[in-house]
């Protein structure tokens, strides 16, 4: 049976979309000027390197601060609003849920929180686009659906930043995309400090969120340990944190032993068996790409058993992130509406989400380490580095490492206690 023209020139666009080169761009005359800010970041796509460009949506973290691990395209047009047969460049949630073997109804009677910092104002409306857009069920702050609050539990929102907005605005769109029929809890801290984010984690857990999604990172320091105890140990809660987004090297909260680190890849479609082929986002010459290390501060847990590192290893699973096979976005705050978004940042919310598509955890668990018991229940991503080092650190390979860990989720088998 052939493929409609309207359908064949939407698949074609979102494909377009989320591989296609700056170099290409250029070639077509089409490609914009990226904004003051924006880098050139080298990324695998089709099977061999190229350069696009992006922006972080954050600026890097500054001692004692976090800061968003999102990239958005500049050289992929944003759009406001899409023609009737258009659809959004980049991959969408049938992608996402045919690459990682998931069902397309997942999350009834679970509530995923999103922590973040400052407030997004378009944060529900941005989502009703994102959800109409693909056909999703409406999730409303009236059906009760969606909820925002500060991180004190009340409607006093922090100061608007166009940056975490649309990390924001990413985040939400993940968890639609992964577990549709999931209640959304946003929490919005009141700044990008450790302690007021970490405020954010325990009220959205008081809230009754079992699956805690943060897209955010900085620099390890002595006080990571503290932190631990004080704002990520939930048993029963599955916590996602993201490895980052400048190479082989080590963030926190992803450092913590109570969270589940999520590296990133680089997600293509292809002819293969499942449809679908996946190496570590980066390069050896580092620079752009997921996050990945031996902790200098955090104590190993007993579910990992890797050789060369005697603390904790990043990461222990990944999902997509390079932003040159990135995911579509909706973000109308002083942003231009549909974008290409990559970055670790997408990965953490998918994690939590694919968590929240396994059912609830055990109250004494640490789902961290559930993945650990269900190793062939995941994809194992064997090619790619994401920077100079002499072992599986930051060099995929067979079994476990830094940069994809275990691997990305095939079905929900390896998210289950």
């Known amino acids: ?21 700056a170099a290409a761009l250029v070639t077509a005359g089409l490609a914009t000027a990226g904004p003051a800010g924006a880098a050139t970041a080298t990324a695998a796509s089709a099977g061999h390197a190229h350069q696009i460009h992006v922006k972080r949506l954050c600026s890097q973290p500054k001692p004692g601060m976090m800061a968003c691990n999102a990239l958005v395209r500049t050289d992929v047009m944003q759009r406001m609003a899409l023609g009737r047969d258009d659809a959004p460049s980049g991959y969408g949630p049938s992608d996402l849920q045919s690459a990682y073997n998931l069902p397309s109804d997942g999350g009834a009677g679970q509530t995923v929180a999103i922590v973040d910092a400052q407030d997004d104002p378009n944060a529900e ?22 909820q925002k609050v500060d991180q004190d539990g009340s409607t006093n929102y922090p100061t608007a930043d166009s940056g975490w907005a649309g990390e924001i605005s990413l985040d939400l769109d993940m968890v639609s995309a992964i577990a ?20 954010a984690v325990n009220q959205a857990v008081s809230m009754g969120a079992k699956f805690v999604s943060n897209s955010y990172g ?50 293509t479609q292809d002819d293969s068996q499942r449809g679908w082929s996946e ?57 231009g509406g549909w974008q290409v978004v990559g970055g670790t940042s997408a990965a953490s919310p998918i994690i939590a989400s694919v968590y929240a598509d396994a059912g609830t955890p055990s109250a004494d668990s640490n789902p961290a380490s559930f993945p650990y018991a269900n190793t062939s229940a995941l994809n ?31 079905g929900l088998t390896a998210f289950t206690g």
């Open 1 to 21: 049976m052939s493929t409609s023209t309207p359908a064949r020139r939407r698949r074609i666009q979102r494909i377009a979309g989320a591989v296609v080169s």
């Open 125 to 146: 409306q941005d989502l009703a686009t994102y959800r109409q857009q693909y056909g999703l069920p409406a999730c409303t702050s009236d059906s009760g659906c969606f």
């Open 180 to 199: 549709p029929n999931a209640h959304i809890l946003l929490v919005e801290a009141n700044s990008a400090s450790m302690d007021d984010l970490g405020t």
């Open 218 to 267: 900085g620099s390890e320091d002595s006080s990571d340990t503290q932190a631990d105890s004080q704002y990520f140990n939930h048993p029963g809660v599955a916590i996602t944190a993201s490895a980052g987004d400048s190479g082989y090297g080590v963030e926190y909260p992803a450092a913590s032993p109570d969270v589940t680190a999520v590296g990133g890849t680089s997600l």
């Open 279 to 335: 190496t570590v986002w980066g390069s050896s010459d580092g620079g752009e790409g997921t996050g990945s290390g031996c902790s200098t501060i955090e104590p190993k847990p007993s579910w990992q058993t890797d050789a060369d590192c005697s603390g904790r290893t990043v990461a222990d699973v990944a999902a997509v992130a390079d932003p040159a096979t990135g995911v579509a976005s909706y973000d109308s705050y002083q942003s």
């Open 380 to 410: 194992d991503v064997t090619s790619g580095s994401n920077g100079s080092c002499d072992d599986y650190l930051c060099n995929a390979g067979d079994g476990y490492d830094g940069p994809t860990g275990l691997g990305t989720p095939n």
